[in-house]
Nanobody, 121 residues
Framework: VQLQASGGGLVQAGGSLRLSCATS????????MGWFRQAPGKEREFVTA????????YYADSVKGRFTISRDTAKNTAYLQMNSLKPEDTAVYYC???????????????WGQGTLVTVSS
């Protein structure tokens, strides 16, 4: 499975961005699609994940109510709509695919290259 993330950029606090993660290859093996982020000097952290088939979504408390994950199985693409962005959301965002414990990055066997999101105050 190959993943290609896009959509990052610079936005002012309170603004919005939508990230995309296009997948290719053995997509039938995907159980979860997730987004993680890593800020400078910090560990990679879980943001959100979605059950690829059923569509159930899960969110970190820090983004609940502001971020929305979705997927288009026909296009093999996952999306992350980010609203009401805050400076503390600044990070490199990675999409990932895998199975098992969706909260744990070790459960994801496939990763995109990351896309930088910068939120200015």
């Amino acid at each position: 499975v190959q993943l290609q993330a896009s959509g990052g950029g610079l936005v002012q606090a309170g603004g919005s961005l939508r990230l995309s993660c296009a997948t290719s290859g053995r997509t039938f093996s995907i159980y979860f699609m997730g987004w993680f982020r890593q800020a400078p000097g910090k560990e990679r952290e879980f943001v959100t994940a979605i059950n690829w088939r059923g569509g159930s979504a899960y969110y970190a408390d820090s983004v609940k109510g502001r971020f929305t994950i979705s997927r288009d199985t026909a296009k093999n693409t996952a999306y992350l709509q980010m609203n009401s962005l805050k400076p503390e959301d600044t990070a490199v965002y990675y999409c990932a695919a895998g199975s098992g414990n969706l909260w744990n990055p070790r459960s994801y066997g496939y990763w995109g290259q990351g896309t930088l999101v910068t939120v200015s105050s």
